[in-house]
């Protein structure tokens, strides 16, 4: 499951930011867990409910930085978390 850990490359020089990727890694690892494990759908549902509210959370904060430091890939990086949540949306309807 090492696809799943946090490694010095992944610093993005913001140690608010670098711990709330942590964090995401965890809950992806707790949700990898419960499909690996074959836990009932409402256990995995759970897990990756929380894995959305976390991306939520995170993603609020990390879009405000951006946009107040005027990231000048802004609109893709935002356009890009919009589908990666999509795709978790739709994951939820399977
Ligand atoms: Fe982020």
Redesign the pocket.
């Given at each position: 499951m090492s696809q799943f850990v946090w490694e010095e490359k992944y610093d993005v020089g913001v140690r608010l930011?670098n711990e709330?990727?942590k964090q995401l890694l965890n809950i992806l690892r707790d949700v990898y867990k419960a499909m690996e494990h074959k836990q009932d759908k409402a256990a995995i549902a759970e897990v990756i409910n929380n894995l959305i509210k976390y991306a939520k959370e995170?993603?609020t904060q990390?879009e405000a930085c951006l946009k107040e430091n005027k990231y000048p890939d802004f609109e893709n990086h935002k356009n890009y978390m919009k589908y990666l949540f999509q795709k978790l949306s739709n994951s939820m309807k399977i």
């Open positions: 930011f709330q990727h995170h993603l990390e």
